[in-house]
């Protein structure tokens, strides 16, 4: 997956086809969470396509240094591009992991829908604490259990039809992260204390299948990797907006769920 994830090159896809349905607005819901004034430095970490930068930058005081990082060099150049007339915001290729930041060097950490994607979520947990002052914020969200979320659901029940036991196209993972007795304890583990876990709900209405089976394809890693099994990505696309569609009908309507975490560095 880290592999996949630093040479995935579909950011347009996953900002255009996902964004408009449920990314930004859980980027705005999350960002409202940050106080408009934290310390001077703010950390943004797998920042994306920019869809939380922008409201970031938005949010935030001029005088606030903002600095965006990320693993793919392609969601980076993606997410400066788009972003070329926000001001005041530093970009920075950068592994969750090995930050390369000095200890305490910020006030603030945020990361939209990326930790769950970590190889090792406690030691990108404990990353983001080293580069916290004392008492500084850690603001992140992440998938809820999948049951919640039908559009992934749908999406999964295909991928492990057309690839049974390939661990590699497993799109379960990213939904197991959610349960707040795991968060809190991979949370104090890390040296946080969690202020505040609680889920949000957003509906969809009106969405193209398609267009959401694309982004959820082509959007993201798994896009490389059915391509090396020798598959067709639009007949993928295909079998995810039939299944889509069964779903949640056509036009798309349904529910996107996250779990969104606040706590304090101790």
């Known amino acids: 997956m880290v592999t996949a994830s630093a040479t995935f090159s579909g950011p347009q896809y996953y900002n255009d086809c996902l964004g408009p349905v449920w ?9 409202q969470r940050l106080p408009e004034r934290p310390a001077d430095n703010v950390l943004e970490i797998a920042c994306g396509t920019g869809l939380v930068t922008r409201r970031l930058r938005e949010r935030l005081k001029p ?7 990320d693993l793919s060099k392609a969601m980076l150049d993606y997410a400066r591009a788009k972003l070329e007339a926000c001001r005041n915001i530093e970009w920075r290729e950068a592994d969750a992991l090995k930050l390369p930041f000095e200890n305490g060097e910020f006030g603030a950490v945020v990361c939209g829908f990326g930790m769950m994607f970590m190889p090792d979520r406690q030691a990108a947990l404990k990353e983001a604490r080293r580069v916290l ?8 969200n992440v998938w809820d259990r999948i049951e919640e979320n039908p559009h992934a659901l749908a999406n999964a029940k295909v991928l492990e039809a057309m690839f049974p036991g390939d661990p590699e196209m497993k799109f379960r993972t990213p939904y197991d992260m959610g349960d707040p007795g795991l968060l809190r304890q991979l949370l104090a583990g890390a040296g946080f204390h969690a202020t505040r876990i609680e889920t949000k709900r957003i509906a969809i209405a ?22 090396q099994r020798g598959f067709q990505l639009e007949a993928v696309i295909d079998k995810v907006t039939d299944g889509l569609t069964i ?14 975490v606040q706590a304090m560095a101790i």
């Open 247 to 260: 779903t949640g009908g056509d036009p798309y309507s349904g529910q996107a769920q996250a779990v969104i």
């Open 133 to 140: 002052t004392e008492a500084g914020i850690l603001l992140f």
């Open 23 to 31: 990314f930004d607005s859980f980027a705005a819901d999350l960002v």
């Open 206 to 227: 009106g969405a193209d299948p398609r267009s959401i089976a694309t982004g959820q394809i082509r959007g993201t890693p798994r896009a490389t990797l059915i391509e």
């Open 63 to 69: 005088s606030v240094r903002l600095v965006a990082t």
